[in-house]
């Protein structure tokens, strides 16, 4: 390990930070990883078994390599690039100026992705969410009333009952205080029973059924439940979660997901890599100095395009090019939804109900566009105000949300023109990069009509919407009301030891088996959990000092509505 991410004091140091502890399944994976007992072993005549990993994001790397530690012998393949959704791209007039088209604010509360960021060596910093502490200021724009603030104070107070409403509804609603306590102090006992009967009472809300029906929010008025799905909360506005189920919601913002963010320095997808090319200190099996990278020969192996099974029981994998292989066991981390569309599946595999969860996903569309410009000329002061020329903004028109990035005043900086969310990102759909700029930028002349933005816009503005990638096909899942049967099916897979015998041998990771999908940390979580299925199935086990997530599934694991 050859740093530790420092995280600054939020004023609560006394306590216990808050995790990612989901209230689902409270299993501390961030004290697992850091067991000296480590994750668990297989038998020795095991060492050297081929397992497949299909998807070369931070699901399947992390899972490959513990696999890997374990003395087992991963096999990833990887439809484009190693990173998935962790996934960087340079500006071609200045290789160093990156940006991240998938993740890139990273919560400081997801400590089992931070075990990861540490070990590989990666700096991270404080990302400029709207009204964070590093964000010199922030614009809030709606119905073409502009706000300056430099802190939350210095908005009108209309937006401080907005923020109270949400509290307040959390509060009376979803015993948010008690809840992060509990959270706070790893209570598992309080978690689940606060949780659990959350559930069945709240699994068929919408997030908009939520706000309208709470008493704080029917108080303060149809403009309050507006703006607060314009404005949100943590990372801006959440109007176009609203159609999901709040216990998506609840999940987010009991664990702080999203507060508290940080950068990774040269680029998210710089994770990923450092996963392929880690040489782990202490290794079963095989000699120091391996890595995944060394153990492919450099390249992972190709796109998947069909899993069966193979007459010997064993789990056969073909490639696109034809290639195929047969492995005791396999990991796939890609979106769920490729299992069906774009890879021939064989469906005895899963048994019906896990087609129908499968197949149920619900996925979110996003879409980013990036510009480099010279220098970070935001932070000049209009003479005629004293406030700086451009701020972080919030706003109604179609960019929704335009965050500014930069690493120092002599450096290009880096401005997120518009990052959107489903409806919001499918109206950029059609469009190519040039078109979603151009209408960017007016959008910003409206609400700033004395800069020039476009004068300071160096080279090809760099775009992403994930729908259109038939990699992914969505940027990630985000359950719809009614779909808690549906995630508790394909998040507890793994443990199960009732299965029929054809339905054996392969495991779901990644960030759609996730309770918190969208959130990186949920696919190191389920790549862990797919490490411990794929152990047990080789006839390994966990240290009893250090229990595995499956040894602790059926004491607090998710409840079931079935
Ligand atoms: C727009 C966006 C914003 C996000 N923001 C944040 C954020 O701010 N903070 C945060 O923590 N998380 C964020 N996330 C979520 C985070 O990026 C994901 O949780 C994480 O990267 C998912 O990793 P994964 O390994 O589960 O899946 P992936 O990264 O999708 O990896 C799966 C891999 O499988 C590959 N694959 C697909 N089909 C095949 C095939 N047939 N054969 C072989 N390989 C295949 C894909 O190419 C991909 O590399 C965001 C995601 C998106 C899309």
Same mark, same amino acid.
């Given at each position: 390990m050859t740093a530790v991410t420092e995280f600054p004091s939020d004023g609560a140091a006394k306590q216990p930070p808050i995790t990612m502890l989901n209230p689902d399944f409270p299993f501390s994976y961030d004290h697992f990883l850091a067991?000296? /007992?480590?994750?668990?072993?297989?038998? +020795?005549?095991?060492?050297?078994? +081929?397992?497949?990993?299909?998807?070369?994001? #931070?699901?399947?790397?992390?899972? /490959?390599? !513990?696999?890997?530690?374990?003395?087992?012998?991963?096999?990833?393949?990887?439809?484009?690039?190693?990173?998935?959704?962790?996934?960087?791209?340079s500006f071609a007039a200045a290789k160093d100026v990156t940006v991240d088209l998938g993740g890139m604010r990273f919560p400081e509360s997801s400590k089992a992705l931070y075990h990861y960021i540490d070990m590989v060596g990666l700096e991270t910093e404080a990302f400029p969410n709207p009204l964070s502490e590093v964000t010199p200021s922030t614009v809030v724009e709606l119905g073409g009333v502009k706000h300056y603030a430099e802190t939350?104070?210095?908005?009108?107070?209309?937006?401080? &009952?907005?923020? *109270?409403?949400?509290?307040?509804? #959390?509060?009376? *609603?979803?015993?948010?205080?008690?809840?992060?306590?509990?959270?706070? +102090?790893?209570?598992?006992?309080?978690?689940?029973?606060?949780?659990?009967?959350?559930?069945?009472?709240?699994? !068929?809300?919408?997030?908009?059924?939520?706000i309208a029906a709470s008493d704080a929010f029917k108080k303060a008025g149809f403009a309050a439940r507006e703006a607060f799905g314009q404005v949100?909360?943590? =990372?801006?506005?959440?109007?176009?979660?609203?159609?999901?189920?709040?216990? !998506?919601?609840?999940?987010?913002?009991?664990t702080d997901a999203d507060d508290r963010h940080r950068r990774?320095?040269?680029?998210?997808?710089?994770?990923?890599?450092?996963?392929?090319?880690?040489?782990?200190a202490e290794m079963k099996h095989w000699p120091a100095g391996t890595s995944l990278r060394s153990l492919h020969n450099g390249a992972p192996a190709g796109e998947v395009r069909r899993i069966r099974r193979a007459e010997n029981g064993d789990i056969e994998i073909s490639e696109r090019w034809g290639r195929k292989a047969t492995y005791k066991a396999a990991i796939t981390s890609c979106q769920s939804w490729l299992l069906s569309t774009r890879i021939d599946t064989e469906e005895a595999l899963f048994s019906p109900e896990m087609w129908m969860a499968l197949e149920r996903s619900h996925y979110m569309q996003s879409s980013k566009t990036f510009v480099m410009v010279d220098r970070p000329f935001w932070k000049d002061k209009d003479p005629k105000t004293g406030q700086d020329v451009m701020s972080m903004t919030l706003t109604d028109r179609l960019n929704r949300? =335009?965050?500014l990035l930069d690493d120092g005043p002599d450096k290009p900086g880096v401005i997120l023109l518009s990052y959107t969310w489903n409806d919001d990102a499918m109206k950029w759909l059609s469009l190519d990069a040039t078109q979603r700029m151009e209408l960017m930028l007016h959008s910003l002349a409206q609400i700033y009509p004395d800069v020039d933005i476009a004068s300071h816009v160096v080279g090809q503005p760099i775009t992403v919407s994930w729908e259109s990638d038939p990699n992914f096909m969505g940027a990630f899942k985000a359950n719809l009301p009614g779909h808690y049967r549906y995630q508790q099916r394909l998040f507890t &897979?793994?443990?199960? *030891? *009732?299965?029929?015998? &054809?339905?054996?041998?392969?495991?779901?990771?990644?960030?759609?088996?996730?309770?918190?999908?969208?959130?990186?940390?949920?696919?190191?979580?389920?790549?862990?959990?797919?490490?411990?299925?794929?152990?047990? &199935?080789?006839?390994? !086990?966990?240290?009893?000092?250090?229990?595995?997530?499956?040894?602790?599934?059926g004491e607090y694991g998710p409840i079931s509505l079935d």
């Open positions: 067991h000296p /007992a480590g994750l668990g072993s297989v038998p +020795e005549e095991m060492y050297g078994t +081929e397992v497949a990993v299909v998807g070369g994001g #931070v699901s399947g790397l992390v899972a /490959a390599l !513990e696999l890997m530690k374990m003395g087992l012998k991963p096999v990833v393949y990887e439809a484009d690039r190693i990173g998935g959704r962790l996934r960087s791209e939350p104070a210095d908005l009108p107070e209309f937006f401080s &009952h907005v923020a *109270d409403a949400w509290r307040a509804a #959390v509060e009376d *609603d979803a015993q948010f205080l008690e809840m992060q306590t509990a959270i706070r +102090e790893r209570d598992v006992p309080t978690i689940k029973r606060i949780w659990n009967e959350l559930v069945p009472r709240m699994d !068929e809300q919408t997030f908009y059924g939520f949100g909360f943590g =990372t801006g506005g959440w109007d176009t979660d609203f159609p999901n189920s709040i216990l !998506e919601i609840l999940r987010v913002v009991y990774i320095l040269g680029g998210a997808q710089r994770l990923p890599e450092g996963l392929w090319a880690y040489e782990p949300a =335009t965050y &897979h793994f443990a199960k *030891d *009732d299965l029929p015998k &054809h339905q054996r041998g392969i495991f779901l990771a990644g960030d759609d088996i996730s309770w918190t999908a969208g959130w990186a940390e949920g696919a190191v979580q389920t790549g862990l959990n797919a490490v411990w299925g794929v152990m047990k &199935h080789l006839g390994g !086990e966990c240290s009893p000092e250090n229990p595995g997530p499956g040894e602790l599934l």
